[in-house]
């Protein structure tokens, strides 16, 4: 896989961070001549489509397809089509929001993501190892790209209602949640579950098959009604809750079997996870945990309130889950695979600060988040604290982007064994 592609995904997160840093400063000091709302937009559509999209377009394609096919054409204008609409987002969406050219090239990357589904399904289908040593990990991809598919009905539906004069209303922000649901929960997270699944499938983990499906089964049936846990807080009949609820505990149950998975087979992950991809595993499975938790809290209609009416709340569980848990993933994946290289101590100096970035932001988000539950209004200096620990961001993948130039791609266990070769020590 051409690490070019790997490096220009790593570069829209740079900028993602550069857009979430200056959306913070506008709770400092606000720039005159720039519209918050469509920088937002700008954001979170460069952070899915420019980061996240990318970085698995090209660890599915590795994954799954051998190198023949991965290095076919089609692939290629996939993903520089797909390139050229997100730069088209970022030029159009901070000018006029959701206008003529940001809603074109929006739609023209769901078009690609819709030929992307198609081509990748049809290639792997012809992959004999897709159908004995990948067959658990293929389900969870399939389950992912379907989800996929289904979060751009979000999309379709608002020209819709904007048209007929819904924007603002609730039936609009559901179509928002229905999407996003299905991005992070769905398309996302399966993704996510689904690579890590090939690896202990790739180092032949023995892992219970058996628990594997039934995990997949409980979060695959969840994920549909998991949907109604992000339209409670326009309170719902009696019966929405109780879908969600149940919804919720599925997910918690598959949990569970999944933790206890990762528990029996501890040593021989801790041997495919070392080092820097260790830590962000690590980092990852918690979040992942944090993230059900939260999901089940907010099935309780006093949760469900709580949660919406703070909105330090939503965006510190969109950057857990979006950052925490699949962020952290792929930065694990990566580095395992040795295509994002670590050799560098500019590399892992960057990724130090990046965590610590992370963990101070959502701490600052959730004790404010906590502060307006308790009415104890704002945290001294907060706007200014969290842009200061924010920087910490693009700072980090700055750093880490810097590391990368250059370099051969390298794993952590080659790097091992070049430090022992001149330690004098590690002969005896």
């Known amino acids: 896989m051409k690490n070019t592609w790997l490096k220009t995904a790593l570069l829209n997160f740079v900028v993602v961070a550069l857009l979430g840093l200056f959306l913070r400063w506008f709770m400092v000091s606000p720039p005159v001549g720039f519209n918050y709302k469509y920088l937002l937009h700008a954001h979170s559509h460069i952070a899915i489509l420019g980061w996240l999209f990318s970085a698995f377009f090209v660890a599915l394609l590795g994954a799954y397809l051998p190198e023949k096919n991965r290095n076919n054409k089609i692939y290629r204008w996939q993903f520089w089509l797909g390139q050229l609409t997100v730069v088209g987002m970022l030029c159009s969406f901070p000018v006029q929001g959701y206008g003529l050219y940001s809603i074109v090239f929006s739609t023209l990357h769901i078009f690609i993501s819709y030929w992307f589904i198609y081509q990748f399904l049809k290639d792997s289908r012809k992959e004999s190892l897709i159908k004995s040593q990948h067959l658990i990990s ?5 389950a992912s790209l379907y989800f996929l598919a289904l979060s751009t009905l979000g999309p379709w539906a608002m020209g819709p209602i904007m048209a007929t004069g819904g924007s603002g209303s609730h039936l609009y922000y559901n179509a928002i949640y229905f999407y996003l649901h299905f991005q992070y929960n769905g398309w996302l997270s399966f993704a996510a579950l689904g690579l890590l699944f090939w690896l202990l499938e790739k180092k032949q983990v023995p892992f219970s098959r058996a628990d594997a499906s039934w995990f ?24 929405i809750y109780y879908l969600a609820g149940l919804a919720a505990v599925m997910q918690v149950i598959g949990l569970l079997l999944f933790l206890r998975l990762l528990y029996r087979h501890r040593l021989a992950i801790s041997r495919l996870f070392t080092g820097w991809s260790s830590i962000f595993f690590s980092l990852a499975i918690i979040c992942f945990t944090l993230k059900i938790i939260m999901q089940l809290a907010t099935a309780i209609p006093f949760m469900a309130d709580l949660a919406y009416s703070v ?15 699949v962020t952290f993933f792929l930065f694990a994946y990566f580095i395992q695979q040795g295509q994002f290289s670590i050799y560098r101590k500019v590399s892992r100096w960057g990724l130090g600060i990046f965590i610590a970035g992370f963990f101070l932001s959502e701490t600052l988000l959730f004790m404010q988040g906590l502060f307006f539950w308790a009415g104890w209004g704002m945290l001294p200096e907060y706007f200014r604290l969290l842009f200061w620990v924010s920087t910490l961001l693009p700072i980090g993948l700055i750093l880490f982007l810097a590391g990368q130039q250059g370099n051969k791609t390298i794993t952590e266990s080659k790097i091992k064994i070049h430090k022992n070769a001149f330690n004098p020590v590690s002969r005896h």
Do not use: D, E, T
């Open 311 to 325: 909105r330090n709340f939503i965006i510190g569980y969109l950057h857990l889950v979006l950052i925490g848990f």
């Open 216 to 239: 997949f089964n409980l979060f695959f049936w969840a994920c549909l009604p998991g949907y109604l846990l992000s339209v409670l807080w326009i309170k719902p009949p009696a019966i």
């Open 138 to 142: 293929f389900k969870f991809i399939k």
